[in-house]
């Protein structure tokens, strides 16, 4: 292989690269992405807003693009395509040399349909909403989810005036379908953040400073020929980072491109998904779409999904994924406060720990299963 092609500098881009270098590959690594910053850890942003939220990923030895020797183009891709058994990328560069292996590791950005409203995804976001949210302030945030909801924390941290508007019933609903609410929405309250559940957004202008919309993300992937499309938008990979053919998804791969991070939701052997959007599964999945792409021996372990939060003052970390319609058991220790969701066999699937680190741990390691 001569050249590899990388499509966005974000976590999985960047681990790609570095998994590639480790792995013996000396060739030509290229690189597209218009985010001008070195590349940093986007949790930080919303975790960190008022700290160091421009973190650099390779101040954690996660890699450094310049010290790897790949060329960035600092466009996006406007088009990829397959021709001849080689993968070009269009950008405002031009159109690239053929690529032997093309990685699509584009991400997810915010959806935001409503106008006025400001998102939090890249390193200019926050210093935008950071200058916005001041003592006073008069904050509306759409979408109490996980990135709504630390916003609110941080916001109310500065002393603005924080209301929130969520469709659902619940806060945080798409992973706990309400099992969570009397915890955090007391937190909240004692915070002063006024929640509105099961109602669409309705402030009024003159009522507000600041709009963020924090309603979810869509992978950025329409520039691509080629590749299944999840239920989610996303393109389907398999286990090893290949992309599967749109045709026949459950089988066939496209020849020379993978996917890797947000980008995708995976496909298991089992006809089960393993949705995208975490920052773990981004770490780990790049070093077995690597293996794959040099024919290296695969890792032999996949990690369950995890979460991990800061919100009004507490550390929160969530492996597993809750299963619909399960209560969960609840233990309160100490400071520490447990969620627990069984099967049916007694068999612990989702583990959620606020300021209890070791049981988070102790899950993570439980949950891991042999591939
Ligand atoms: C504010 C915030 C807080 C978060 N907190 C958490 C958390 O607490 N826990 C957790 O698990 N996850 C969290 N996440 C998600 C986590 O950051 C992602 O899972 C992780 O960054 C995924 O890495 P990635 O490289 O796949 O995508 P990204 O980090 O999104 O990087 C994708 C890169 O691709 C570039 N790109 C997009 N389109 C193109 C194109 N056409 N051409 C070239 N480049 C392109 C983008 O500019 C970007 O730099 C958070 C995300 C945000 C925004």
């Not at 924080?162 to 609903?173: A, G, I, Q, R, Y």
Request: charged share 20%; proline share 6%; aromatic share 8%.
């Amino acid at each position: 292989m001569e050249r590899i092609g990388i499509v966005g500098r974000g976590l999985a881009g960047l681990r790609v690269a570095s998994e590639l270098r480790a792995g013996g590959y000396e060739n030509q690594i290229i690189t597209w992405d218009s985010d001008p910053y070195p590349p940093y850890d986007r949790p930080a942003l919303s975790k960190k807003m008022f700290g160091e939220y421009n973190h650099p990923l390779s101040a954690d030895g996660l890699g450094d693009f310049t010290e790897l020797g790949a060329d960035s183009v600092p466009h996006p891709a406007t088009r990829a395509w397959s021709e001849e058994g080689k993968w070009f990328v269009l950008s405002q560069n031009g159109v690239s040399e053929p690529l032997d292996v093309l990685v699509i590791a584009t991400g997810s950005a915010p959806r935001a349909v409503i106008p006025g409203a400001r998102v939090l995804y890249d390193v200019d976001d926050a210093e935008a909403l950071r200058a916005a949210i001041k003592p006073g302030a008069r904050i509306h945030i759409v979408g109490a989810g996980w990135i709504g909801t630390e916003i609110a924390s941080a916001a109310a941290h500065q002393g603005a005036e924080v209301e929130m508007w969520e469709v659902t019933p619940s806060v945080l609903s798409r992973t706990f379908a309400g099992a969570v609410d009397d915890l955090w929405l007391s937190w909240m309250r004692e915070a002063g953040v006024k929640v509105n559940l099961d109602s669409p957004y309705s402030g009024d202008r003159t009522g507000r400073d600041l709009l963020i919309q924090a309603t979810g993300v869509q992978a950025d992937v329409a520039f691509l020929d080629g590749g299944a499309r999840s239920p989610h938008g996303s393109l389907v990979a398999n286990l090893s980072g290949e992309v599967l053919e749109a045709e026949s998804p459950t089988s066939a791969v496209v020849p020379g491109l993978y996917a890797t991070g947000d980008c995708c939701d995976i496909l298991l052997p089992n006809g089960q998904w393993r949705w995208g959007g975490h920052w773990t599964q981004a770490l780990a999945d790049a070093q077995r779409t690597v293996s794959a792409i040099l024919e290296l021996p695969r890792a032999s372990q996949l990690d369950a999904p995890e979460v991990f939060s800061t919100q009004f003052g507490h550390e929160i970390g969530l492996v597993g994924e809750v299963p619909a319609g399960t209560s969960p058991t609840v233990e309160q220790t100490g400071e520490s406060t447990i969620y627990r969701w069984m099967d049916h066999s007694g068999n612990l699937v989702a583990l959620l720990g606020i300021d209890a680190p070791r049981e988070v741990s102790r899950a993570r390691k439980a949950l891991r299963h042999k591939l």
